[in-house]
């Protein structure tokens, strides 16, 4: 192209290739369009209102040359062969946050939240704290809106609550979130990360590298990984703890959370006045509170918006009792320690639906059997995951799985048989959607569908 623009690729046409590709339309760049699929239903209507060139199904290392940036979906790896060569050639290469992070503007603040789980409701959370205290706030990132969609929208004194993986945080470059939160650290992604765990610590931390003083770390301290990452930082560092008192942060005060600042005292909410369930949503809301609070907030409305949150979609979600059956959503568990904390927030025996997808993470299922109890009554397991489970089971003495090979519909309603009046039928797969599914969000939406038509 030789109009005198800037040229991007944008690899990857998701949610997040498709605001990329608006945006910078929108802000003068010369936009080409790639993706490994050649066809894409609801792309060309999506991208209707703006002009670009069409190079799906093409290897994007032939499309380099004239290029001025790389903008990678967040499941591509920046060490992909055609993006190091990019890199080689002078193109600068980066992921969507960064891109969206660029566009807002500078008077904005960005309150992030990392972790392996939880990072959905905690993320939901906080918005919903910031919108409590009367804050113009925006939730975007992970959580299902791109920070690239809303960045023009972004003025100065809003607030960005943005959930941040490790997948987008691996390719930012002066992405600076003023608080930043990290839930916790289990493996998850490894497949993407070479199979090393450091890789995906260490893309983790990344949100830590451009914080200053100015900044505020939130960590928890009942995760030994997540502790240490105090070191990383140059953000004062806020702990929060279940388990501990700690004089700065957030603890637990027979039963109630107590904020603790400057060596000021601040009671908040009891733990039962929480509308979502379990230690884990404890860990996320303290998570919520301490960013809310170290970002100056009214401790009132903080609390305000504490006991009036209900949770999030697709997560721990009660759809609908039948014939004495409680069906319960939980999609967005998508690797073995969110399903874990899932189980262990049932109060009746349950029926567990695993696998419902056909992508393998490479996860090890054994930990999640060893939590079973008398809480799971058996097990259901759809997907190419299935092999892994049913070694998981044998390695821990479980002999209660049902591999099932049938459409979706027919395991929900064998899931149902199985369970029976009195129990529970939780779907929480402890998989990736992908292969199956669009998204974990359509497997759910799916699963209530059938649940809702039964």
Sequence with gaps: MTDGKKTALICGMAKSGIASAILLYRNGWNVIINDMKEDIPGLKEALSQI?????????????????DMLVLSPVIPIFKPFALKAAEMGIEVIGEIELGYRYCSRGSRFV????????????ALTGELFKAAGENTFVLGNIGIPIT?????????DTVVA????????SIVEFRPNAFGMLNITEDHLN???????????????????QTSDDFAVLNYDDPTVRDMAKLTKAKVIYFSQKQQLDEGMSIVDGRMVWRLDGKEVPLIHRSELRIPGDH????AMCAASLALCMGLDPEAVCNGLKSFGGVEHRIEFVREVDGVRYVNDSKGTNPDSTIKAVQAMDRPTVLMLGVGNYDKKSDFAPLFE????????????GCNIPAIKDAAARTGYDKVEEWYGDFEGMIRRAGELAGSGSTVLLSPAAASWGQFDNFEQRGDIFKDIVNKL
């Design 112 to 123: 992030c939240i990392s972790g392996t789980n939880g990072k959905t409701t905690t993320t």
């Design 51 to 67: 002009e670009y060139k069409n190079e799906l199904g093409k290897d994007p290392e032939t499309l380099l040359e004239g290029v």
């Design 149 to 157: 969609e809303k960045a023009m929208e972004v003025q100065n004194g």
């Design 192 to 210: 993407r990360f070479q199979y090393k765990m450091e890789n995906y610590i260490a893309a983790k931390c990344r949100g830590f590298e451009n």
């Design 371 to 382: 939590v079973f109890g008398d809480t799971v009554k058996a097990v259901i397991a759809s």
């Design 281 to 284: 949503n404890l860990e996320n």
């Design 163 to 170: 959930e941040v993986a490790a997948l987008q945080l691996e």
